[in-house]
């Protein structure tokens, strides 16, 4: 709204001037309005590019038995990347077990005493958390999770887990703070506890929130590659087991782009493929629900 | 929004019966319990990393930080080319980012035609969901050759080369191909999403009356926007530049496979180098002797501790515009 | 501000749907899956050839899963001193230092041979190279591909007057300490110059000169060298050809001109001298037809196994790669070069020393 007046004083201001200086002032403005335009088209010429290299260099790679196949040797073809799906899955499921309560819990700890030194401190640890380096995760499990015991995907987990939490914590925050406070009330002045009143009231009236954050954690853990390096190690056998090395989809991919066989670098492009596919589709679903979340407030 | 603790409504000693009778007690504890794990986690992150770095820097103190001789083999570690390696990197990454990231917010926040601003919005955030290994390999095989490359050699022929009129040592050759300027690109493409979205908050953090002000008393739009409404939100801009250094700095996968793991100090911004996270993602695995393993341990505190500061020197900024505006739009 | 209670249930249910199809059991198996998982990392020199037996063995053994996650042959080392894998490649032989930290097996599994690579811009014949000329390449003394060095060794080709971008490795490598040992051995500038002149990790002088770059494994040097106009670098023999990446040929110490193959890295490896712990350096050698940067790579085991399952496994396969007729047929396929009867005794030898609890693993 606000910005609609301005737009408007702004066309009145252009209309009214006469001298030259004036001209002189109304030049700069158009122009610099014009370059505005121009830098954010600019900026997403490198999106559309990546989306479009990403689709067209990795689609003729993704046969049935890209995504059926696990490793196979390039004497042998290439094969597939089955075991790096199902290592993916497993490292993120994992990681959400682990990371959702954890994050959800303090979340609600955080919104009810926001303002408290204790809160106020849990919302630094987040801050700091959500501002680490990925390769620095990495180091931190591997020195207590791996050294002396072997790469193993529990390891992964962890280290994903851990980037996870700060994104479901942040969000399930701000969505429990968005919750009327009338409605925790009359549920307390109705005689609820404290707990049936957060799991049935407060919650649930969040809920689409919270899963927003969850999807745009799994969306940010789902292409990380450099805590993995270090904790999963990756592999090129169908393995679930947790205290197994066990293969990912960014890992595979950056051993495949980095390799100089023209096969491994298609399938790098098609691993690219299905994960800007799965990230994408998840920060939209992510868009979407806030936005109906939001609407419905 | 301000909190009150939902249980101020009743007196404290009906609450404790209630909460005993209940569950609530349970209930606390289980979120009590959450969060120190979270206050723990970073805790003995900076504990870890501190008491693992000690053998380095028993042996070399601060030498292990101004020297450039890093040599595994010799058991000599300085890591200032990495530290040099990731300024560097992340400064022109920024360098190139901020116009953009500027130029978005300001287009999201004074221009954007309603219909508009949602897809543009929604795609510069996507940018930031894009994983940096998928940046890493289009860089290697788009990017680079198409525009760093040409534009590399072009800047090099114009102003690295030292007969020329106008001569630039930090853009002098040789270049070819995977370098600092090369890294730097790509962090720009990654950290501009994150830039532009608090820029943006900041944006809509200024009071309505001050751009009004502005345009009552005759200044064009841009007028306002140079001199109104950046100065107003320029401590809040500065903290997400800030933040986008942070990003800059920590990123691995897309630096690691740009720009050219050479661990020698960079005279050009054409030179080939290394950054701290990249240095870590390649020597951690075969770092077996306590030195090595210790030195790259310091490297990950010296992430860790700058990643700290500069989050808090970033709220900090950030907060102040919010704070000074209470009834803040967005 | 209403909280419409259907959507509100509706989307707690999806939450906790959610969270039950994350602890859901991932998608089963499509492939023969093993109960025992042998795992291994480090030289990327033989991993195309390892990833090729560990496929194919698996095929014959079901029950086995064996990974070789590479990661260069520094990697290997540390982490099979450190526990992390089963078992470990690496070219480089373990030094002194590396063998008292812990009892370790080693034996040689094949030989290959490094290759000088290099990406000049409309030069696709035959380029020939000596021990002098690389090494002056490798240490910064020639500059540009149109070198008076360089030209004199290949009189029939035009070189561009181009800098020279060399490639090398960025992690711990066999085959970094193979080429060094070859340069070492073969040019006295590069052994005054470097110090130490050889190692898995070298002080790269062309660092200094802004001329270097740094890949990791094998695939990382062959990709830098693929898209680097002007580049050189080294790899296994195997990276070159199957990629279709030119490769120079060398001129040995016996002044003749030989191309990389499996015959000639086979030459180089007549008559090694075996040290103590199985490892015999075949840089340089005498002999007409040999290859001159040649070497061994060597699989490295604990001597002691706690899991006796897994170490009769483990040797069971080692035991087929070196001496059933597939296996070696695969290595030669792949141009590495199978074990002589000196080394093959050398390496089976070995395996009987490997022990679980205290008893000999193969009888």
Redesign the interface.
Known sequence: MVTQAVRTTSQERVKLKSTSAQGRRAAINSITLGLTWIATFAAIIPLVWVIGDVISRGLPYMSAEFFTSTFKPLTLGGGGVLHAIVGSAELVGIASLISIPIAILAAIYVSEHRNTTFGLVIRFSTDVMSGLPSIVVGLFVYTFLVSGQGYSAFAGSVALAIMMIPIVLRTTEEMLMLVPRALREGSLGLGATEWKTMILIVLPAAVSGIITGILLAIARVSGEAAPLLLTAQGSNVLSTSLSQPIAALPLTMYKYAIDPSPIRNGQAWAIALVIVVFVLILNLSARALTRNRVKGL | ???I???V??SPSARLG??LA???V???L??????I???L??V??GL??WI?SAPTRTQFGLQSLISSDW????EIFGSLPFVVGTLLTSLVGLAIAL???L??A??????CPPRLRGP?G??????A??????????G??????AVVKPLGDFLLKLLGTPTNFIYLPFLS??F???SIFASGVILA?MV?PSITAITRDVLLAVP?AQ??AS??L?????????KVILPYGMSGILGAII?GL??A?????AV??TV?????L???LL??G?TM?SV?????????SLLHSSA??EI?LM??AT??L???LA?LLVWSVSRKNPDQ?G | MTINKSHAIASWLALSMFLAACAAPTAAPQEPKGSTALNGSGATFPQPLYEDWAFAYSQLDPSVLINYAGGGSGQGKTDITKGTVDYAGSDAALSDAEAATKPLVQLPSVAGAVVAIFNIPDVTTTVVLDGQVLGDIYSGKIEKWNDAAIVKLNPKLTFPDLPINVVHRADGSGTSSIFTTYLCAANANWKAAVNPCKGTTVDWPVDKLKRGQGGRGNQGVAAAVQKTSGAIGYVELAYAKNNGIDYAQMINSANKQVDATVASTTAATVGAAFSDRNSADIVNVASADAWPISGFTYLIVAKDFTDCKKAGKLLQFFNWVLTDSAAISRAGKLLYSPLGDDAKAKSLAALKTVTCNGQPVLK
């Open positions: 929004m301000t909190s603790p939902a249980s409504v009743r209630r909460a209940h569950g609530d349970p209930y606390r289980i979120t009590v319990a959450a969060s794990v979270l206050i986690l970073v003995s992150f870890m990393l693992t040599n595994p083999s010799g116009p953009f990231s130029s978005i300001i287009f999201l926040v004074e221009l543009v929604t795609m510069v955030e996507l940018l969901a894009i994983p940096s290994v998928v940046y890493g390999l289009w290697l095989f788009a990017f680079i050759p050759g040789p070819f191909g995977t493409i501009v309505a751009r009004e345009f009552a005759g200044a064009t739009h841009s007028e306002t926007i140079s933040l942070g990003r700095l920590g990123e691995t996968m690691t496979m050219g793991n050479v661990s020698e960079p005279t050009s030179n080939p290394y996270s870590i993602a390649n020597e951690w695995g075969e770092a077996r790259l341990l990950g992430l860790f990643s700290l500069l989050n808090v709220r739009r």
